[in-house]
Protein backbone atom coordinates (compact mmCIF):
# COMPACT_ATOMS: atom_id res chain seq x y z
CA UNK A 1 0.00 0.00 0.00
CA UNK A 2 1.21 3.24 -0.55
CA UNK A 3 2.41 5.18 2.26
CA UNK A 4 1.96 8.69 0.79
CA UNK A 5 -0.71 9.59 -1.54
CA UNK A 6 -0.45 13.18 -3.68
CA UNK A 7 -3.39 12.76 -5.46
CA UNK A 8 -2.81 16.13 -7.68
CA UNK A 9 -0.29 15.71 -11.10
CA UNK A 10 -0.50 19.25 -11.44
CA UNK A 11 -1.33 22.66 -10.92
CA UNK A 12 -1.75 26.22 -12.16
CA UNK A 13 -2.03 28.83 -9.88
CA UNK A 14 -1.93 32.68 -10.42
CA UNK A 15 0.72 34.58 -9.41
CA UNK A 16 0.72 36.20 -5.71
CA UNK A 17 -2.48 33.79 -5.40
CA UNK A 18 -2.13 30.70 -2.49
CA UNK A 19 -2.06 27.39 -3.40
CA UNK A 20 -2.36 24.05 -1.45
CA UNK A 21 -0.92 20.98 -2.15
CA UNK A 22 -2.90 17.67 -1.09
CA UNK A 23 -0.96 14.97 0.81
CA UNK A 24 -2.40 12.20 2.69
CA UNK A 25 -0.66 9.40 4.75
CA UNK A 26 -0.75 6.21 6.15
CA UNK A 27 0.74 4.43 8.85
CA UNK A 28 0.15 2.70 12.40
CA UNK A 29 3.13 4.32 14.24
CA UNK A 30 1.55 6.84 16.49
CA UNK A 31 5.15 8.68 16.40
CA UNK A 32 6.14 9.74 12.55
CA UNK A 33 7.81 12.96 10.68
CA UNK A 34 6.75 14.84 7.61
CA UNK A 35 8.36 16.58 4.98
CA UNK A 36 7.74 18.58 2.19
CA UNK A 37 10.43 18.80 -0.71
CA UNK A 38 10.29 21.08 -3.65
CA UNK A 39 12.59 20.18 -6.77
CA UNK A 40 13.03 23.26 -9.68
CA UNK A 41 13.24 22.12 -13.04
CA UNK A 42 17.48 21.94 -12.39
CA UNK A 43 16.66 18.67 -10.35
CA UNK A 44 17.64 19.54 -6.84
CA UNK A 45 15.54 18.56 -3.98
CA UNK A 46 15.45 21.48 -1.62
CA UNK A 47 13.66 20.71 2.07
CA UNK A 48 10.52 23.53 2.68
CA UNK A 49 9.23 22.36 6.17
CA UNK A 50 8.57 19.54 8.40
CA UNK A 51 5.97 18.72 11.04
CA UNK A 52 6.24 16.07 13.45
CA UNK A 53 3.57 13.92 14.70
CA UNK A 54 3.40 14.96 18.10
CA UNK A 55 3.36 18.49 17.07
CA UNK A 56 0.27 20.60 18.73
CA UNK A 57 0.52 23.71 16.33
CA UNK A 58 0.85 23.30 12.40
CA UNK A 59 4.44 24.24 10.98
CA UNK A 60 5.56 27.54 9.25
CA UNK A 61 8.37 28.59 7.28
CA UNK A 62 8.13 31.73 5.43
CA UNK A 63 5.59 31.28 3.04
CA UNK A 64 5.23 27.91 3.48
CA UNK A 65 2.56 26.22 6.10
CA UNK A 66 1.36 22.65 6.76
CA UNK A 67 -2.15 21.80 7.56
CA UNK A 68 -1.64 18.97 10.08
CA UNK A 69 -5.06 17.30 10.57
CA UNK A 70 -3.96 13.90 11.97
CA UNK A 71 -7.50 12.53 12.31
CA UNK A 72 -7.72 12.58 8.52
CA UNK A 73 -3.95 11.57 8.06
CA UNK A 74 -3.50 14.85 5.31
CA UNK A 75 -0.54 17.08 5.38
CA UNK A 76 -1.28 19.73 2.70
CA UNK A 77 1.04 22.01 2.16
CA UNK A 78 -0.08 25.70 1.37
CA UNK A 79 2.13 28.18 -0.65
CA UNK A 80 0.94 31.88 0.09
CA UNK A 81 1.75 34.85 -2.45
CA UNK A 82 2.79 32.49 -5.41
CA UNK A 83 6.19 33.90 -6.96
CA UNK A 84 7.07 32.75 -10.40
CA UNK A 85 9.95 30.63 -8.72
CA UNK A 86 7.98 28.44 -7.05
CA UNK A 87 7.41 26.62 -10.14
CA UNK A 88 8.37 23.23 -9.44
CA UNK A 89 8.00 19.47 -8.36
CA UNK A 90 6.68 19.21 -4.68
CA UNK A 91 6.73 15.80 -2.94
CA UNK A 92 5.63 15.12 0.64
CA UNK A 93 7.28 12.40 2.51
CA UNK A 94 6.93 10.61 5.83
CA UNK A 95 9.29 9.15 7.96
CA UNK A 96 7.74 6.74 10.59
CA UNK A 97 9.58 6.53 14.13
CA UNK A 98 10.71 2.92 14.64
CA UNK A 99 13.49 3.22 16.38
CA UNK A 100 16.31 4.24 14.59
CA UNK A 101 14.75 4.13 11.32
CA UNK A 102 15.32 7.38 9.51
CA UNK A 103 14.06 5.98 5.58
CA UNK A 104 11.66 8.33 3.93
CA UNK A 105 8.42 7.62 1.77
CA UNK A 106 7.84 10.00 -1.04
CA UNK A 107 4.95 10.68 -3.09
CA UNK A 108 4.77 10.62 -6.17
CA UNK A 109 4.90 14.88 -6.43
CA UNK A 110 2.78 17.40 -7.25
CA UNK A 111 3.80 20.06 -10.53
CA UNK A 112 3.10 23.32 -9.90
CA UNK A 113 3.20 25.87 -12.74
CA UNK A 114 2.76 29.67 -11.42
CA UNK A 115 1.46 32.05 -14.35
CA UNK A 116 2.40 35.54 -14.21
CA UNK B 1 27.91 26.04 5.64
CA UNK B 2 28.64 23.43 2.65
CA UNK B 3 25.48 20.87 1.67
CA UNK B 4 26.08 17.71 0.48
CA UNK B 5 28.24 17.35 -2.42
CA UNK B 6 28.09 15.10 -5.34
CA UNK B 7 29.89 14.18 -7.92
CA UNK B 8 30.16 13.90 -10.92
CA UNK B 9 26.76 15.76 -12.05
CA UNK B 10 26.37 13.82 -14.90
CA UNK B 11 27.83 10.76 -16.36
CA UNK B 12 27.38 8.97 -19.31
CA UNK B 13 28.50 5.23 -20.24
CA UNK B 14 28.03 2.66 -22.40
CA UNK B 15 26.66 -0.25 -20.87
CA UNK B 16 28.76 -2.22 -19.30
CA UNK B 17 31.25 -0.30 -17.89
CA UNK B 18 31.75 0.39 -14.16
CA UNK B 19 30.00 3.89 -12.66
CA UNK B 20 31.25 5.03 -9.55
CA UNK B 21 28.89 7.80 -8.19
CA UNK B 22 30.58 9.81 -5.15
CA UNK B 23 29.05 11.86 -1.82
CA UNK B 24 29.99 14.15 0.72
CA UNK B 25 28.06 14.52 3.64
CA UNK B 26 27.29 17.57 5.78
CA UNK B 27 29.79 17.80 8.23
CA UNK B 28 28.42 16.45 11.39
CA UNK B 29 25.96 14.62 10.07
CA UNK B 30 25.58 11.04 11.45
CA UNK B 31 22.89 9.42 8.30
CA UNK B 32 23.68 9.26 4.69
CA UNK B 33 21.31 7.71 2.20
CA UNK B 34 21.31 6.81 -1.11
CA UNK B 35 18.40 7.51 -3.57
CA UNK B 36 16.97 7.13 -6.76
CA UNK B 37 15.03 8.76 -9.03
CA UNK B 38 13.11 7.80 -12.43
CA UNK B 39 9.22 8.84 -14.04
CA UNK B 40 7.99 5.29 -13.33
CA UNK B 41 8.78 4.62 -10.13
CA UNK B 42 9.83 8.23 -8.63
CA UNK B 43 12.14 8.31 -5.28
CA UNK B 44 13.69 5.03 -4.12
CA UNK B 45 15.44 4.66 -1.18
CA UNK B 46 18.62 2.50 -2.05
CA UNK B 47 20.33 2.10 1.00
CA UNK B 48 21.42 4.15 4.23
CA UNK B 49 23.82 4.30 7.06
CA UNK B 50 24.88 5.11 10.34
CA UNK B 51 27.94 5.75 11.38
CA UNK B 52 29.56 4.63 8.56
CA UNK B 53 27.76 1.50 8.99
CA UNK B 54 24.77 -0.26 6.11
CA UNK B 55 21.64 0.21 7.81
CA UNK B 56 18.75 -1.27 5.41
CA UNK B 57 20.15 -2.17 1.86
CA UNK B 58 16.45 -3.72 0.95
CA UNK B 59 16.08 -0.80 -1.62
CA UNK B 60 19.30 -1.79 -3.52
CA UNK B 61 18.13 -3.41 -7.14
CA UNK B 62 20.00 -6.10 -7.38
CA UNK B 63 23.92 -7.66 -7.26
CA UNK B 64 25.53 -4.96 -9.68
CA UNK B 65 25.15 -2.53 -6.67
CA UNK B 66 27.20 -2.05 -4.19
CA UNK B 67 27.67 1.01 -1.53
CA UNK B 68 30.48 1.56 0.56
CA UNK B 69 30.92 4.54 3.42
CA UNK B 70 34.54 3.94 4.45
CA UNK B 71 34.90 7.37 6.89
CA UNK B 72 32.25 9.71 7.97
CA UNK B 73 32.98 12.30 5.00
CA UNK B 74 32.76 10.19 1.81
CA UNK B 75 30.70 7.48 0.75
CA UNK B 76 30.24 5.65 -3.00
CA UNK B 77 27.42 3.56 -5.26
CA UNK B 78 29.35 1.50 -7.54
CA UNK B 79 26.98 -0.23 -10.71
CA UNK B 80 29.20 -2.98 -12.30
CA UNK B 81 28.17 -4.28 -14.73
CA UNK B 82 26.02 -0.53 -15.71
CA UNK B 83 22.59 -1.54 -17.78
CA UNK B 84 20.88 0.85 -19.96
CA UNK B 85 17.69 0.65 -17.04
CA UNK B 86 19.91 2.26 -14.54
CA UNK B 87 19.90 5.38 -16.32
CA UNK B 88 18.27 7.90 -13.33
CA UNK B 89 19.00 10.60 -11.05
CA UNK B 90 20.78 9.04 -8.26
CA UNK B 91 20.54 11.60 -4.99
CA UNK B 92 22.53 11.36 -1.75
CA UNK B 93 21.68 12.56 1.75
CA UNK B 94 22.33 13.51 4.56
CA UNK B 95 20.83 13.95 8.45
CA UNK B 96 22.01 14.39 11.97
CA UNK B 97 21.12 11.36 14.41
CA UNK B 98 17.94 13.82 15.96
CA UNK B 99 16.33 13.18 12.52
CA UNK B 100 16.29 16.32 11.07
CA UNK B 101 15.10 16.66 7.83
CA UNK B 102 17.02 14.78 5.23
CA UNK B 103 19.57 17.35 3.07
CA UNK B 104 19.86 16.24 -0.20
CA UNK B 105 22.77 17.14 -2.68
CA UNK B 106 22.10 18.11 -6.28
CA UNK B 107 22.29 14.60 -7.46
CA UNK B 108 24.19 12.68 -10.41
CA UNK B 109 22.25 12.41 -13.85
CA UNK B 110 23.59 8.37 -14.74
CA UNK B 111 22.80 7.26 -18.27
CA UNK B 112 23.57 4.13 -20.06
CA UNK B 113 23.68 4.09 -23.46
Known amino acids: AQKITQTQPGMFVQEKEAVTLDCTYD???????LFWYKQPSSGEMIFLIY??????QNATEGRYSLNFQKARKSANLVISASQLGDSAMYFCAMREGRSNDYKLSFGAGTTVTVRA | DAGVIQSPRHEVTEMGQEVTLRCKPI?????LFWYRQTMMRGLELLIYFNNNVPIDDSGMPEDRFSAKMPNASFSTLKIQPSEPRDSAVYFC???????????FGDGTRLSIL
Open chain 1, 27 to 33: TSDPSYG
Open chain 2, 93 to 103: ASSDREGQPQH
Open chain 2, 27 to 31: SGHDY
Open chain 1, 51 to 56: QGSYDQ
